[in-house]
């Protein structure tokens, strides 16, 4: 029943995404294999629960088929396009779960996401996306403590400076400060990745 | 904010951790075209679009690629065993089976005859229904077409007239122009015959009285040519007039050429002429022959050449009396001067 993991790639061509907006069937299968494991991974960590993030994603591809003729090459590549798209939805579900009172199924606490295991690629993974993932999960691990805290809480929690702030009782400053050298030493750091991906 | 602040702030924006009103405020900075924080937006995102790849992977249902494909076309049913390979191209947009999820066909759900029968019914009275608004909304934009070409062939048209009238407006305002620079040229040009015209008049009067002048020069160069050659001439006689009892202080004499037959006559201290009158010298024989008529200058004298001398044997006295202008053919006035020979 587990068992389509899909046949990633880090990049996504415009040309492909440009086939999906003509309404090509097949394009669109193709854009699916090509991300849904990523997306699944970054919707899993921000909500922790595999069947929301099932639903997550199946409105995100949906929101995709609809809304892919208003994608805008100028302001990234496809696969930053769908990450975004993924994380806003996964994070506006959390946030709704958690004002209903649900208890979070996880925290950022309690299972840090990141894993930095070098031990060749996953039953799931190619060599190029174990490659990446690698050099990812060691930039954010070599990120300071503070800063590898503020990014994750903000990226995967959705959290604003002034949220993470009161929940680390830290400055408001010194959080911001701690994002924007956080982004600034990966972006230095992941130079090679992020502007072919 | 300032440049700066925006500056930093896209790293936070990047990642979702702004503030709601100080997000606001930078994509309202973006759309002023802030072309740094663009390009630096860019490459954060790029950056915060890795982040996943970080993440260790993990299975996914294989389910979800046919709900997906289900929940995005219709009559296409999310099945755990039946890859599905669509074929024909369909336009993104909303689908019936995004709209009723509900109500397509599951495989794993039993329904009985009646629920497909009605199923089946609601599905083709959606799909008439749907053909039929394809069909009005066809023939509206038909209509819709129409009407924008015809609106663009009158726009058109108007533009071209507007241009014409345009075109025809700086027309007549050249010829204007024109009409009113060869109106002030043509009053310049009255305006200097008018000129022209006054000084004319004015030669021409000063011509008159130049020729006049002169006619008055030559009749008294040749009164003098004729005063000279009596006064050289050797037989000159010369004969007195005393002034009378109406000009007591005046008096003449006559200087007769006895070989070219004129005289020279001169008066002096004669009263002034009445107007209309004018003094006439007379010849007595048997009776006055007329010698001629004289005016008297500023100086109350008075001087011409008598041309038709009577013989002067016959002659026993001169005269001069006033008579009405032009003279009389015999005496009918006082006698001022007189003198015998």
């Known amino acids: ?197 | 904010m300032s440049h700066e602040q925006f500056e930093e702030a896209v790293a936070l924006y990047a990642v979702g951790a702004l503030e709601r009103q100080e997000r606001q405020t930078l994509e309202a900075h973006l759309l002023t075209g802030c072309a740094a924080c663009h390009s630096s937006l860019k490459e954060y995102r790029a950056v915060a679009g890795i982040f996943p790849y970080g993440l260790s992977p993990s299975k996914v249902p294989r389910s979800l690629k046919l709900k997906v494909l289900a929940a995005r076309l219709p009559g296409v049913a999310p099945s755990e065993g039946s890859p599905t390979t669509p074929e024909t191209r369909l336009s993104p947009g909303l689908r019936i089976g995004a709209l009723l999820p509900s109500l397509l066909p599951m495989p794993a759900r039993v329904f009985s005859p009646a629920f497909a029968i009605v199923l089946a019914l609601l599905l083709a009275g959606t799909a008439s229904y749907t053909v039929y608004l394809h069909l009005q909304s066809h023939a509206e934009l038909e209509q819709r077409q129409r009407v924008e070409a015809a609106l663009q062939q009158e726009t058109a048209r108007l533009a071209t007239l507007q241009e014409q009238l345009t075109q025809q407006e700086q027309a007549i305002g050249t010829l204007r122009e024109e009409f009113n620079r060869r109106i002030g040229n043509l009053g310049e040009v009255q305006t200097t015959i008018a000129q022209q015209d006054t000084e004319l008049a004015l030669l021409r009067a000063e011509l008159a009285q130049r020729r006049e002048e002169t006619g008055n020069l030559r009749r008294a160069l040749a009164q003098r040519d004729d005063m000279l050659t009596i006064l050289r001439s050797p037989a000159v006689k010369v004969i007195s007039l005393a002034g009378l009892e109406h000009a007591k202080s005046a008096g003449a004499f006559l200087l007769f050429d006895l070989e070219s037959k004129k005289a020279f006559f001169y008066a002096f201290n004669m009263p002034p002429l009445p107007p209309g009158k004018t003094y006439q010298l007379w010849a007595i024989l048997d009776k006055p022959v007329s010698a001629g008529t004289f005016v008297t200058d500023p100086g109350q004298k008075g001087r011409f050449i008598v041309r038709n001398v009577p013989d002067l044997s016959r002659v026993t006295k001169f005269a001069v009396s006033l008579e009405p202008m032009g003279g009389r053919p015999q005496p009918t006035g006082d006698i001022y001067l007189a003198g015998e020979l």
């Open chain 1, 1 to 197: 029943m587990e068992s389509s993991y899909g046949q990633a790639s880090p990049a996504i061509s415009p040309e492909l995404l440009a086939l999906v907006a003509k309404g090509d069937q097949k394009a669109f299968g193709q854009l699916y294999d090509q991300s849904s494991s990523l997306l699944f991974r970054l919707a899993l960590r921000v909500l922790g629960d595999r069947d929301e993030t099932a639903e997550v994603l199946q409105e995100v591809y949906v929101e995709v088929w609809h809304k892919v003729v208003r994608y805008d090459p100028g302001r990234g590549s496809p696969m930053a396009w769908l990450v975004t798209l993924t994380r806003s939805r996964a994070v506006d579900r959390f946030r709704a779960r958690a004002a209903r009172g649900r208890h979070l199924t996880r925290s950022i606490d309690e299972s840090p996401a990141i894993h930095v295991q070098d031990d060749g690629p996953g039953p799931f993974e190619n060599r190029a996306e174990a490659e990446l993932r690698t050099s990812v999960a060691k930039a954010l691990s070599e990120l300071p403590e503070g800063q590898q805290q503020a990014l994750e809480l903000a990226y995967y929690e959705g959290l604003s400076h002034t949220e993470i702030a009161h929940r680390l009782q830290q400055p408001v400053g010194t959080i911001k400060t701690r994002i924007r050298l956080g982004m600034s030493k990966l972006k230095d750091a992941l130079r090679p990745h992020w502007e072919h991906v």
